[in-house]
C-alpha cells in the first residue's frame, strides 16, 4: 500500500508538558507497547513487555519515579489524533545515572565551565498505523524547542531497529562511538532491557552537534499540520 492511501493526518493537536505527570507514562506504556511489538517482530511478548507493559501501574510508578529523580530540564509530548493519543516523546538534560548530590556537582561544574548537558531523547514512539506521515519528526520538533538550541541532542536506538536509525540519521543524528555497544556491558548477564533470557540487545548512541541542526533538518522535511498546546 502507497504512503499517500495511508493516516492522513487531519485533527492533530501536540501538547506539551514541561513535568514528568502520570498520563504520560501511561501512554508510553501503550503506544511503546504497539509499536515496539510491531517494529522488533523477533521479540517475544514477554520480551517487550520487559520494557512495556500496557496499564502496569508498577511500571507507570517506576518509569515516573526514575524521571522525577533526574535534576535539570524536563519536556514531554503527546501527539492526539482527535482525543486518541497516538504518540508521545519525552526529552530531559542528561545528567547520567547518579545520585542528586553529584547530578548537583556536575551541573554546577557545567555552568561555570559553560559546557551544557545534551538534551537527551529518552523516548519516542509512534503507533504504528500513524507512522511515516511526519508525526515523530514534528514531536521531535516541538520536544527540542524549549531547550536551550546550541545544547547537543542525544538519544539510542537498537541496532535491530535499522529503520528508527536511519530515520534519526536524517534528522541529523551521527553515531557516537562508530559500533553499536552492549548496553548490558556484559553479554553473559542478565539482559537490562528484554529480561534474562532475552538475546543481548546491541545499542547505538547517536548525538547530533546542537538542537538547531536537528531542527534545521526537520524543518526541510514535510510535517502534517497540527495545533500546540501547552501544559
Ligand atoms: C521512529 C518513529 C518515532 C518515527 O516517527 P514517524 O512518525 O514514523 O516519523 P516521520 O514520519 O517523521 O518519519 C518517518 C521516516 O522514518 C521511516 N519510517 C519509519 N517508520 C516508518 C513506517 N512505518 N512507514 C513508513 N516510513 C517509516 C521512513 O524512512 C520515513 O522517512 P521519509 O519520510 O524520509 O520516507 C516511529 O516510526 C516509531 O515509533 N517507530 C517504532 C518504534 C521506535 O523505533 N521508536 C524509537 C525507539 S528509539
Known amino acids: 500500500m502507497k504512503r499517500e492511501h495511508m493516516y492522513q493526518p487531519t485533527d492533530l493537536t501536540i501538547v506539551r508538558n514541561h513535568r514528568p505527570v502520570t498520563g504520560l507514562f501511561e501512554v508510553a506504556q501503550t503506544i511503546g507497547f504497539e509499536a515496539w511489538t510491531k517494529r522488533m517482530p523477533n521479540r517475544s511478548k514477554t ?19 526514575n524521571t522525577s529523580k533526574k535534576i535539570g530540564r524536563f519536556v514531554s509530548i503527546v501527539a492526539f489524533q482527535g482525543d486518541q493519543p497516538i504518540g508521545y516523546a519525552w526529552a530531559s538534560d542528561d ?5 542528586h548530590f553529584k547530578q548537583r556537582t556536575k551541573r554546577m561544574a557545567g555552568k561555570i565551565s559553560g559546557k551544557k548537558p545534551y538534551a537527551w531523547i529518552a523516548q519516542i514512539n509512534v503507533l504504528p498505523d500513524y ?18 538550541q546550541d ?13 528508527t536509525l536511519q530515520w534519526f540519521k536524517k534528522l541529523g543524528f551521527n553515531p557516537r562511538p562508530a559500533e553499536p555497544v552492549d548496553p548490558n556491558s556484559d553479554p553473559n548477564g542478565p539482559d537490562l532491557y528484554f529480561g534474562d533470557d532475552a538475546k543481548h540487545v546491541l545499542q547505538w548512541r ?5 538542537v538547531t541542526n ?4 526537520i524543518a526541510k522535511r514535510i510535517l502534517p499540520e497540527y495545533v500546540v498546546e501547552e501544559n
Open 206 to 210: 547517536l548525538e547530533s552537534p546542537s
Open 151 to 163: 545544547q547537543k541532542a542525544s538519544s539510542y536506538v537498537f541496532d535491530e531497529n535499522q529503520l
Open 47 to 65: 520480551e517487550i513487555e520487559n520494557v512495556f507493559k500496557p496499564n502496569s501501574l508498577k511500571a507507570i510508578e517506576k518509569l515516573q519515579k
Open 214 to 217: 536537528v531542527r534545521q533538518n
Open 131 to 148: 507512522q511515516g506521515n511526519g508525526i515523530g519528526s514534528a514531536v521531535v520538533d516541538e520536544l527540542l524547542k524549549p531547550f536551550d
Open 95 to 99: 545528567v547520567g545515572n547518579m545520585s
